[in-house]
């Protein structure tokens, strides 16, 4: 039982984290489990406010959409997080280890065990608006939902590994087949309701207004949606396996004749390295997408949910979600990560160079990438200049939140530079919030509150570039000081 | 030791602080949407979160920063509890 061994040897990864995490911050630990039994209960407790939804056309089927949805996210990102077997690459060509049993100890059945976990809340939810609307047999429909929302995610990791690249076609044209599938039976069974979207959550009960103007349950018959669910259930798994078995080449090294006319200093040289970088690296390429399908999904989705209050709110959401996303692709060139570290620590160059490049760097890319994700949300949901300058202050904010993710001094050196570089961030935070709650209100008595917005996020913006530089120049400084020895 | 603490210490603040934005702007607009009974969370004088009935809006980032003082207070608790087990650790071994 080789999966076994390999599962028991996840185990033992994800143990020592945990115990890790125990040891060096133990306060985050209890606040990361108070806050997922918290948002339990809040699921649970929410389930009567979405159950009055049901009686809104298309309002129970959209709100299941937005949950499978949340599925697939789910899934995606922990494809992403999980290990990969060209790591073990040399050790497994020297062992007769099979691919399936590689792949189920150290992804398959890991990545099902946390969806399973972050399934728990949404289920218990459904489970009880179902009760609510007096649909018949609860929680069988409850089970129905929880097989699709697995669906989801196994969908949403296959197409995560589509984005790494599939070197065998076959596997590719089966997987591609498999997925396909999925989607074409969802939406040949959903001819019989006009709600929007209903196709992607066709096995599910929706709700409808008869001719008096009541609402209605429609429910598929119970077998036949558990049938087609498990059906779909299984198209999915075969899709991810197939891309998953995809054969890793030996490793090699490519030249790349890098020609483009950036100029040679760092203020060039580090944005265009860095967007290159982006689009090269498998884990940034997967976050970039995952950006973008959010945003543009997202827009999808809302521009024709029914009309209702609840519609600004579901766009601001997932606004702040994308960009808190943008704000991770262009984290992982901080320090702390592998991608941006040996080119920070080997430019030959001032500290405060480095620090005004890795600004510029941030907050173009940022901002950049940022609009074209959040884009469709303000063409298609705008009303006025507000909601713009409302996501200019949002994609104003992430990049400040990035630029503080490389402040942050967890993996610094010398302590006094720690302690300086705590003190600042916590300074500066302070003296921002100060300017811009000054600022939003004198633009609120002006009633030009768009303005303010703008002005506020480019506030943020230079106080957490000056904090980046003075940093930088700082470490530079403590460095010379020290000298060669 | 010191880059233990002051480490555990950023990190704590910074993390609660980043929790609790995220919990008041979440339990303000699920109470807002599903038009809960009025509410107010607070420790002594300082309120975390108040939620009126029938007033729409309201609820941003910026109620959060009610938090800035107790995350502060549990980030140095998380400093000086990483020490403490950093120096176990070191005597186990």
């Known amino acids: ?485 | 030791m010191i880059k233990r603490f002051v480490i555990a210490w950023a990190k704590g603040t910074v993390s609660l602080l980043l929790m609790g934005f995220a919990i008041v702007l979440s339990i303000g607009l699920v109470a807002a949407i599903g038009e809960w009974n009025s509410f107010t969370v607070g420790l002594g004088p300082i309120e975390f979160l108040k939620h009126t009935q029938g007033e729409s809006g309201g609820y941003g980032i910026a109620s959060g920063w009610a938090l800035a003082p107790l995350a502060v207070i549990l980030g140095l608790v998380n400093g000086l509890a990483a020490v403490y087990f950093g120096a176990r650790s070191k005597l186990a071994a």
């Not at chain 1, 790591?87 to 150290?106: H, K, N, S, W």
């Not at chain 1, 018949?136 to 129905?144: D, F, L, Q, Y």
């Not at chain 1, 890098?258 to 060039?268: A, D």
């Open chain 1, 1 to 485: 039982m080789l999966w076994a061994v390999l599962l028991q040897s996840e185990y033992r990864r994800v143990k020592r984290a945990v115990l890790d995490l125990a040891r060096t911050n133990p306060i985050i630990l209890v606040a990361i489990v108070a806050v997922a039994a918290g948002f339990v209960a809040l699921a649970v407790r929410s389930a009567d406010f979405f159950a009055l939804l049901s009686i809104v056309p298309g309002g129970l089927s959209g709100f299941s959409i937005l949950l499978l949805l949340v599925g697939s996210v789910t899934g995606y990102t922990f494809s992403l997080t999980l290990p990969k077997e060209k790591y073990f690459d040399e050790q497994f060509r020297l062992t007769t280890v099979r691919p399936i049993e590689m792949l189920a100890g150290l992804r398959g059945l890991p990545l099902l065990l946390v969806v399973g976990v972050t399934a728990v809340p949404f289920v218990a939810m459904m489970w009880r608006v179902y009760a609510l609307v007096t649909v018949p047999a609860p929680g069988v429909w409850a089970g129905v939902f929880a097989l699709l929302y697995l669906t989801a995610a196994l969908q949403g990791a296959a197409v995560s590994e589509v984005l790494r690249g599939c070197r065998s076609w076959r596997l590719f044209a089966i997987a591609s087949s498999a997925l396909a599938g999925t989607l074409a039976m969802s939406f040949l069974a959903s001819s019989r309701v006009e709600d929007p979207w209903y196709w992607l959550a066709t096995y599910l009960p929706a709700a409808s207004i008869d001719s008096d103007g009541f609402a209605i349950a429609i429910r598929p018959v119970v077998y036949v949606a558990a049938a087609a669910a498990a059906v779909s259930a299984a198209l999915s798994v075969t899709a991810w396996t197939a891309y998953s078995l995809r054969p890793d080449p030996p490793m090699r090294r490519r030249r790349v004749a890098f020609s483009v006319p950036i100029g040679t200093g760092p203020l060039t040289a580090f944005p265009a390295w860095a967007m290159l970088t982006i689009l090269r690296q498998g884990e940034s390429r997967g976050l970039l997408a995952l950006t973008f399908l959010t945003g543009i999904g997202a827009t999808a989705l809302l521009s024709r949910w029914p009309h209702s209050g609840t519609v600004p709110v579901l766009v601001l959401l997932t606004s702040t979600l994308t960009l808190l996303l943008t704000a991770v692709v262009v984290l992982t060139f901080s320090e702390d990560r592998f991608a941006g570290s040996w080119l920070i620590k080997t430019v030959p160059t001032s500290g405060t160079l480095i620090g005004l490049a890795w600004w510029i760097t941030v907050s173009v890319l940022t901002a950049a990438i940022g609009s074209l994700a959040v884009g469709p949300s303000i063409v298609g949901f705008s009303e006025g200049g507000g909601y713009i300058a409302s996501a200019l202050l949002l994609i104003a904010y992430a990049s400040s939140t990035t630029i503080v993710g490389l402040l942050l001094p967890w993996s610094r050196q010398s302590p006094f530079r720690q302690l300086v570089a705590t003190v600042a961030l916590i300074a500066g935070a302070s003296v921002a919030y100060y300017v811009v709650q000054s600022v939003a209100q004198l633009g609120t008595t002006l009633g030009s509150d768009g303005m303010a917005v703008v002005t506020s996020g480019l506030l943020l913006l230079v106080v957490a570039g000056a904090l980046s530089v003075t940093i930088e120049s700082l470490g530079s400084r403590s460095t010379a000081s020290v000298g060669p020895h």
